[in-house]
């Protein structure tokens, strides 16, 4: 189910951390909180968490119409509050509201504000809702806000007119997407808060597949594993396996198309472009220079036609890609068996000018050298894998994972030699 429900909230990737230290600062702190992460990252399941877990004596309220006017926020926070504010100028909405948070602060209350979709709301708007915080005694603020939304949010916060908004916020927390080695545990974690109680439902493979078709977003992972359930169910099968994960992705609307990584940024994308087209000018100037020396010897070469026999076409040159699938060949075959290697990117072995460009930004722009391309097979569909090096020890292994991760935005998964071997033994690709 998409349905935030705190009894299927999932802890690891920072989500309990975060928990937590908006538990903390809700209690302790001033001023406002934000909160932002992509659609479907699982803001709303933090925000109904938060509500279920705060002390007693910390009275909720809600704001979830991001459209409200200035005036009307005013009014829809007095309602929450039970104050009957019909009939009444803003003004006197605004003493109301001052008094009953004076009286709660007395009685040893105190009032929190969630406002969701945060990111949709007109500025005039948030700039009341900032005006709240001046309500206050000596020595406490009487209203805590706690802001959610998207990261345009905080391009709205970075305008000039929002400044004073921006620093009445003491603390942000960004809600990550799903570290995809994370996945499986994750998708075993809501099986079983479900009541399911035998071994893992989904196997390794459908899960990577999920994970990379997700690209983390929880709402996401939690569509296409519904649907792969589904299918292993109508093909009654014991466990979810590649194939029914696939059936799910071809079947959803989160097909990627080029990543570079896992996650591909503007900047990377924009460079891998730049590296095509200078491939492209490159190439097209040197069949100019040849050209031009075709029409300088253009007699002596329809003479010597005449009496020397015809010689073969010359073949093309390899692509990087080409180069890659021969020399990876040997590679794979020569390497130790229990050897590791960090799988960061697949794509359909259709996909030839896709993987070739992404070899290309990843050798040239930044420096890996030991980048092997491996054919494999998912499912009905032939793929081929860019994985990085070989590694004798798994802790050799998560520390070029993490360098990875943090220097490029790369999410790569650690796989075994043997297992590459099989898949490519399964694969149809020549290489």
Not at 137 to 157: M, S, W, Y
Not at 287 to 292: E, I, K, M
Not at 378 to 383: F, I, L, Y
Request: proline letters at 5%; glycine letters at 6%; hydrophobic letters at 45%.
């Amino acid at each position: 189910s998409i349905t935030p429900n705190p009894a299927f909230f999932y802890g690891g990737n920072t989500r309990g951390e975060i928990l937590q230290a908006l538990l903390y600062v809700v209690s302790h702190g001033e001023g406002i909180i934000k909160v932002t992460g992509e659609v479907g990252s699982g803001k709303t399941m933090l925000c109904r968490m938060l509500e279920s877990q705060l002390p007693p004596h910390v009275e909720v309220i809600y704001l979830v119409n991001p459209s409200l006017s200035p005036l009307e926020v005013l009014f829809a926070i007095a309602g929450e509050l039970g104050i009957d504010a019909h009939g009444k100028r803003s003004d006197e909405v605004l003493r109301a509201l001052h008094t009953d948070l004076i009286a709660k602060h007395a009685a040893g209350q105190q009032v929190v504000l969630l406002v969701e979709e945060a990111q949709a709301m007109p500025l005039d708007t948030l700039e009341e809702i900032r005006l709240l915080t001046n309500l206050e005694t000596a020595r406490n603020k009487l209203l805590q806000i706690v802001l959610f939304g998207q990261p345009e949010l905080d391009e709205h916060l970075n305008l000039p007119g929002m400044r004073q908004l921006k620093e009445r916020i003491t603390h942000s927390f960004d809600v990550p997407a799903m570290a995809p080695e994370l996945v499986p545990d994750f998708l075993d974690f809501r099986m079983r808060a479900a009541g399911y109680q035998g071994q893992r439902a989904f196997e390794p493979e459908a899960a990577r597949l999920i994970a990379r078709a997700s690209q983390g977003i929880v709402r996401r992972i939690n569509i296409l594993a519904d649907k792969a359930l589904l299918a292993a169910f109508a093909a009654d099968a014991s466990s979810v396996s590649a194939r029914h994960a696939q059936q799910a992705i071809q079947e959803s609307p989160y097909r990627s198309r080029l990543s570079l990584g896992y996650h591909a940024s503007p900047a990377r994308v924009t460079l891998a472009l730049s590296l095509l087209i200078v491939v492209l000018l490159a190439g097209a100037v040197w069949q100019w220079l040849r050209l031009s020396a075709e029409q300088r010897h253009g007699l002596a070469l329809a003479s010597s036609a005449t009496t020397a026999p015809l010689a073969a076409a010359p073949r093309p040159p390899l692509t990087l890609l080409q180069q890659s699938l021969r020399a990876s060949r040997t590679w794979l075959r020569d390497e130790p068996a229990h050897h590791l290697s960090l799988l960061i990117e697949t794509q359909p072995a259709s996909a030839q000018q896709e993987l070739d460009t992404f070899l290309q930004h990843a050798r040239g722009a930044i420096g890996l050298t030991q980048l092997h391309a491996v054919p494999q097979r998912s499912g009905d569909q032939d793929q081929i894998a860019i994985v990085y090096g070989s590694f004798e020890t798994l802790e050799q292994a998560q520390q070029v994972q993490t360098l990875l991760a943090e220097r490029w935005n790369f999410r790569p998964l650690i796989r075994d030699m043997q297992d590459m071997r099989n898949d490519a033994a399964a694969s149809h690709v020549a290489w």
